[in-house]
């Protein structure tokens, strides 16, 4: 398989992941932070900005899931695509861990 579809795969994790925090922040009705927000990623944005932009992760990650032929192909790709997945939760984890400072 050519590397660009290995690269698929793990951006297909990184975007497939990151729809998860904005889509329950977003049908939940609760504001959080998005690229689009004042400051980018540390204002918070909207429920229906954070709907929107997790719609658009989830379309994004499924298109390249798909290009990425991470289901129908060699185990590489299913393990790129875990470890696109990791790196934006670890990184995120990071990120927002003093949102709501104590």
């Given amino acids: 398989m050519p590397w660009y579809l290995y690269l698929a795969a793990f951006f297909s994790g990184l975007f497939l992941a990151n729809t998860v925090p904005h889509f329950t922040h977003g049908i939940s009705g609760d504001k959080f932070p998005t690229p689009f927000a004042k400051p980018p990623g540390k204002g918070l944005s909207s429920a229906p900005v954070n709907a929107l932009w997790a719609l658009f992760n989830l379309i994004v990650g499924t298109v390249l899931f798909r290009i990425g032929h991470v289901w129908n192909s060699d185990n ?27």
């Fill in 76 to 102: 590489l790709a299913l393990i790129l695509f875990f470890a696109g997945a990791a790196f934006i939760s670890i990184m995120l984890s990071f990120h927002f861990q003093n949102k709501h400072p104590e």
